[in-house]
């Protein structure tokens, strides 16, 4: 979690429901149902970008971030909708992703721009975003995400299935983004040829980006991309981007299309990679922020998530979930006020005490169930939820450990609840704070050897040889000839890392 108020981004939504009327597609100059004007759009990306830009946060590096957005101006004016007002951000996710927001506000991950390999795989995936953009899939597809999200919400504290609600925390913003079609994920590739083409990129690259993700798919500890996630047939895909790259150097007569290896891989020196565990992590069940400096045990063998507003922590089968948040308001009184308010709870008891020398409040309540007329009593019994809240003071902040299961559940889980909750502590033990996260570090291969062997030469551990293989798009038989940069991985500040460099 960051240094933010939990923000309920969730709620942006509903206004634009139900606005229909029949638009020219921009990309296949049909007539079409679409469900929002241009200015609707706008307007609805323009709602949702504070909200996106706050959850992940941006990244960063104002190299990267002037490079994104001065190659999907160029992009822009070569596409099918040249006057929108784009805009292009790198975000401060691990997770390998590109996403495409109405109105025409693009996203792409630190986690993606690590595992390009050049300019041209990156201006492919630019021009299939902006593809999504050009020809309005996103449109179509958002009225049904929105639905989904209100649906979460209201399920979180009313649903008798706890699992669904656990599940549904889970995959946090990724509920959002819901996949496109298989179609509008082959038009918006074939759009990515084209406009990556027409700024003078070699679109082959595009394709061969493919097989990266590919292999990542394959591995479990990996997160796959939304983008691809359509596409039960890569190679498939791959192969059509070949054939739509090679008529599109046809049709544009170009004889110099660029793939900027070197350029790119220059850029992206030092770029962070995987987890920033200034953002907190997991150690040995423990939860550690190095940087907000606290530190609490994690029930065993519960599912774990560490997002931008929250960490969750949810039972195996869904049965019970627990989070930490910050809490509202500027005392333990009025967090806890809020927090009865906002969830409509009835208090069965309420405490103040301390949690390791912390100022404390305990709340245990039942969340009133709404008035679901013509529902059978019986059905509304089940739907009772029962939660255990620790608001403690500590920084300058409010802390909100909250443990929710039903009522039939609660006595199975209430000591779960709270040895995590009463073992909220301070942390001063300095091996734990002073953590760098890992960072990509490019380097001159010094002697023709294969990638393995040259992976070894930089004391790449043996267990991550494969994952730098991926992370280089390249096989660990393959040669690599002197003087080529390859990426490896390596622990330090950005400070460190600029003087060293
Ligand atoms: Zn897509």
């Known amino acids: 979690m960051r240094m933010q108020r939990y923000i309920s981004y969730l709620l942006i939504i509903v206004t634009s429901f139900w606005l229909s009327g029949c638009a020219t597609n921009p990309v296949t100059g049909k007539k079409e149902l679409m469900l929002m004007s241009s200015n609707q759009e706008r307007a609805m990306g323009e709602q949702n970008d504070p ?22 101006q160029e992009m822009a004016k070569v596409s099918h909708r040249p006057d ?18 109405p109105g025409g506000f693009i996203y792409f991950t630190r986690g993606i721009m690590a595992h390009f390999n050049n300019e041209a795989e990156f201006a492919g995936v630019l021009g299939h975003e902006i593809g ?24 979180m504290v ?19 983004f819901l996949k496109f079609g298989r179609d509008d994920e082959t038009q918006s590739d074939k759009l990515g040829v084209e406009y990556s083409t027409k700024i003078g990129y070699d679109a082959d690259e595009m394709a061969n980006f493919f097989s990266t993700l590919d292999r990542m798919r394959g ?53 962070l990679y995987g987890e920033d565990p200034n953002q907190g992590y997991l150690e040995a069940g423990t939860f550690y922020h190095p940087v907000l400096k606290f530190k609490f045990p994690t029930p065993q063998g519960w599912t774990f998530q560490n997002t931008p507003q929250q960490v969750q922590m949810a039972h195996k089968e869904g049965r019970a979930i627990m989070t930490l948040s910050l809490g509202q308001g500027n005392s333990l009184e009025e967090a806890g006020q809020a927090l009865v308010k906002n969830n409509n709870l009835s208090v069965i008891q309420s405490d103040k005490g301390d949690v390791n020398g912390l ?28 939660l255990l809240t620790y608001l403690i003071q500590y920084g300058g902040n409010i802390y909100n450990i909250t443990g929710i299961s039903t ?90 890392f600029a003087k060293e460099k």
């Open 132 to 155: 999504h953009v050009t020809a309005r899939h996103s449109a179509s597809q958002y009225t049904k995400q929105m639905l989904a999200q209100v649906g979460m919400v209201a399920g």
């Open 407 to 496: 009522q039939q559940d609660f006595n199975q889980f209430s000591n779960t609840f709270t040895s995590t909750m009463k073992n909220f502590s301070e942390l001063t033990d300095q091996s734990k704070i002073n953590v760098q996260p890992e960072r990509i570090s490019i380097q001159e291969v010094a002697r023709t050897a294969t990638l393995s062997q040259v992976l070894k030469g930089f004391k790449m551990p043996n267990d991550r040889l494969e994952e730098l293989a991926v992370l280089n798009g390249m096989q660990l038989t393959d040669q690599v000839k002197q003087g080529t940069l390859i990426k490896t991985v390596v622990r330090g500040s950005a400070d460190a």
């Open 84 to 101: 929108l007002a784009y805009e292009f951000k790198v975000v401060d996710s691990p997770v390998v992703n590109a996403f495409a927001v």
């Open 158 to 176: 009313l649903a008798p299935e706890l699992a669904q609600f656990a599940d549904a925390a889970q995959q946090g913003l990724g509920l959002l």
């Open 359 to 386: 100022p404390a409040l305990s709340i245990l309540a039942d969340v009133q169930p709404q008035q679901n007329q013509g529902q059978p009593q019986q059905q509304q019994q089940q739907q009772q939820i029962r």
């Open 51 to 72: 909200q996106i830009t706050q959850f992940f946060g941006v990244y960063d590096d104002k190299q990267l971030q002037q490079f994104i957005n001065q190659k999907g």
């Open 219 to 271: 591995d479990a500890g990996q997160s796959v991309p939304t983008f691809m996630s359509t596409h039960p047939d890569p190679a498939n895909r791959q192969k059509n981007v070949q054939q739509l790259a090679k008529k599109w150097k046809r049709k544009t007569k170009a004889t110099d299309l660029e793939v900027g290896r070197n350029s790119y891989l220059k850029m992206i020196d030092g770029l």
